[in-house]
């Protein structure tokens, strides 16, 4: 999205139904927000595509918010966001307004579930994108026969525990890929704990647990309910990305304690390690950053406080826009703080070590 030729057109707003009159204030919203994007410039085009992408969207059932932004060709961002958010946004601007989805949004940590069953396993995968993919393991030798059903399952279970080595490798390269930091295993409890005792073999003899940021979490789930499991991997997933957090600040706040800690604080210096690319996660406090600018030159990474800083004619931006398009031209993570830490003007980073 970041390397598509703005403007952006951003909106963020209550879509709310939880009122005997929400239809009529979902109506006269999207009228604001119409007039709002005119007086900011959107073209009519643009307009008419965020209309339709809203209206064709699926109904809000309660307190819920939605986040949309386009280009001058097509919507590119469309999602429902679990809470209203905090004010209304609506911006037409050279670069796409994202902060505020990375902060409101559902958290997307890399993780891998393994849905265990008699016959095999079923892997599903997310990277921090939110890409999914799937992967099936599945029985060499199928039961035939006629065997009571009874039987066929005690058989099929007794093949599942045969093959845990199987799924339990499939599994690491699956988070190997999507470098996954969480590992969720669903099913009858014997498979469950063979397969948490074959994936803690593997991750405790290989060296990959060495460091904090290395240790791949691996959570048990159980129950039978469809519905309930995924209300339970969206919580286990919102508890990992909270731990993940935490796991980041108390890192960044050892390292600012240390000589020459790998940090940078404040614009000046964040924008100078984005410029070097050397910032493994930029922290960020959208609120705290308020009306900052900084100049940009004709790539995304080409960001500072000060012309001098860079060639050519930078143009003026909004830092909280042009800080989230430098980190993902660099392959940073982005880590929204949300008040969590007080950081000079409302940035800072953790480096890589080189």
């Known amino acids: 999205m970041i390397d598509r030729t703005g403007p952006f057109a951003s909106v963020y707003f209550d879509s709310s139904h939880d009122t005997e009159d929400a239809d009529r204030q979902f109506e006269l919203n999207q009228r604001t927000i119409r007039e709002k994007l005119s007086a900011a410039g959107a073209s009519a085009d643009v307009i008419g595509a965020i209309g339709i992408a809203v209206a064709a969207g699926p109904p809000a059932a309660g307190r819920s918010g939605r986040a949309l932004i386009a280009d001058c060709r097509t919507v590119l961002v469309d999602e429902q966001l679990p809470a209203p958010p ?15 989805l990375l902060e409101q949004r559902a958290p997307r940590v890399p993780h891998v579930v393994a849905l265990l069953h008699p016959a095999g396993a079923r892997l599903y995968a997310m990277d921090r994108h939110g890409d999914p993919m799937t992967w099936s393991v599945d029985p060499v030798n199928p039961l035939r026969g006629s065997r009571g059903q009874r039987q066929t399952r005690r058989h099929a279970r007794d093949r599942m525990h045969r093959r845990i080595d199987e799924v339990a490798d ?87 304690e240390r000589p020459w800690g790998a940090t940078a604080s404040g614009l000046a210096e964040t924008t100078a390690a984005l410029r070097d690319r050397f910032v493994a996660q930029l922290l960020i406090d959208g609120s705290a950053l308020d009306e900052h600018q900084v100049l940009v030159g004709d790539r995304h990474t080409e960001i500072a406080t000060t012309a001098k800083e860079l060639t050519g004619h930078p143009e003026i931006r909004r830092a909280d826009e042009a800080l989230p398009a430098a980190a993902l031209a660099g392959n940073s993570e982005i880590v929204p703080i949300g008040g969590r830490m007080l950081l000079p003007d409302g940035v800072g980073a953790l480096l890589r070590r080189v």
């Open 86 to 100: 905090p004010r209304e946004l609506v911006r037409v601007s050279p670069l796409p307004c994202i902060l505020p």
């Open 170 to 256: 499939q599994m690491c390269r699956l988070a190997d890929r999507v470098a996954a930091v969480l590992l969720i295993l669903i099913g009858d409890a014997p498979a469950r704990a063979a397969l948490h005792n074959a994936l803690d073999a593997r991750y405790t003899g290989d060296g990959t647990a060495d460091s904090p940021e290395n240790v791949r979490r691996i959570v048990e789930i159980d129950g039978a309910d469809r519905e309930a499991l995924r209300d339970l991997v969206r919580k286990t997933v919102a508890e990992a990305a909270e731990a993940h957090c935490r796991l980041i600040l108390n890192r960044y706040r050892a390292e600012r």
